[in-house]
Nanobody
Framework: QVQLVESGGGLVQAGGSLRLSCAASGRTFSSVGRAWFRQAPGKEREFVASINSSGGTTVYADSVKGRFTISRDNAKNTVYLQMNSLRPEDTAVYFC???????????????WGQGTQVTVSS
């Protein structure tokens, strides 16, 4: 059974940092794209960042560029999202995803985690 399990969410003050992890099991994801999306209350899920299979190419949403960093450790089948300078508007449930591409579209990904809550207080 393929599973993606996120961890590392929590409550943090504005300006603080969190590091999310997404561990995969059930198959190897070293040859596929990985991504993070988020969904705030009352809003649609949106793209945050993605990374290609080797980790050499990354894509970011404009809203997080310069503050968030996506990385991956293929030996551990894990992708990370380092979030710095957090803002209240970053509050959301963060989802990790895996798929054959590393595009901004949700349709590029066929495996999804259950999500982890990130709350940024002002």
């Amino acid at each position: 059974q393929v599973q993606l399990v996120e961890s590392g969410g929590g409550l943090v003050q504005a300006g603080g940092s969190l590091r999310l992890s997404c561990a995969a099991s059930g198959r190897t994801f070293s040859s596929v794209g990985r991504a993070w999306f988020r969904q705030a209350p009352g809003k649609e899920r949106e793209f945050v960042a993605s990374i290609n299979s080797s980790g050499g190419t990354t894509v970011y949403a404009d809203s997080v560029k310069g503050r968030f960093t996506i990385s991956r450790d293929n030996a551990k089948n894990t992708v990370y999202l380092q979030m710095n300078s957090l803002r209240p508007e970053d509050t959301a449930v963060y989802f990790c995803a895996a798929g054959p591409y590393f595009r901004r579209s949700e349709t590029s990904y066929n495996y999804w985690g259950q999500g982890t809550q990130v709350t940024v207080s002002s």
